[in-house]
């Protein structure tokens, strides 16, 4: 509890910073099994991949890699909300039918969720679903 509003107090004290405008945001899928990009996310490189997988941005960004560091390891829980921003912008760009999918955050050990004092995916995918559920309600549905 106490790691928990020591984070809260720390957000609050030092927010997290906007993204840098120039980050190169990935435009597509890819394939899971040669990581090829995938041409309007439509294309299946092999038959016997029943799925595609993405990634907003390059892990190799430096800025990306210490929003994610501070957020599973020094507690900067309001990075979640950029990454998360970043994925909306991502997931956008692609695209993709959002109605047609489901998040779901990969689950934390026991141990490490009581160290941490929270699941950085469940806040991710939290964020993910409540702005992904606010434009839906905003778009008319006929």
Not at 62 to 71: H, S
Not at 83 to 89: G, M, V
Request: proline share 4%; net charge positive.
């Amino acid at each position: 509890m106490f790691k928990l509003i020591k984070n809260w107090v720390w957000d609050i004290l030092f927010p997290a910073l906007d993204l840098p405008q120039n980050l190169k945001l990935n435009q597509t899928l890819f394939c899971p099994v040669c990581r090829a990009r995938l041409a309007r996310n439509v294309k299946i490189c092999h038959k016997n991949s029943q799925y595609k997988l993405g990634a907003a941005i390059s892990y190799n960004d430096e800025t990306i890699r210490k929003l994610i560091w501070q957020l599973k390891y020094r507690g900067r829980t309001g990075n979640a909300t950029l990454l998360a921003n970043l994925l909306i912008r991502y997931l956008e760009t692609c695209n993709l039918k959002l109605g047609t999918f489901i998040i779901v955050p990969i689950p934390l050990s026991k141990t490490r969720l009581r160290k941490r004092g929270y699941n950085q995916a469940m806040l991710l995918a939290k964020i993910l679903s409540d702005n992904l559920l606010k434009e839906k309600v905003r778009k008319p549905i006929f």
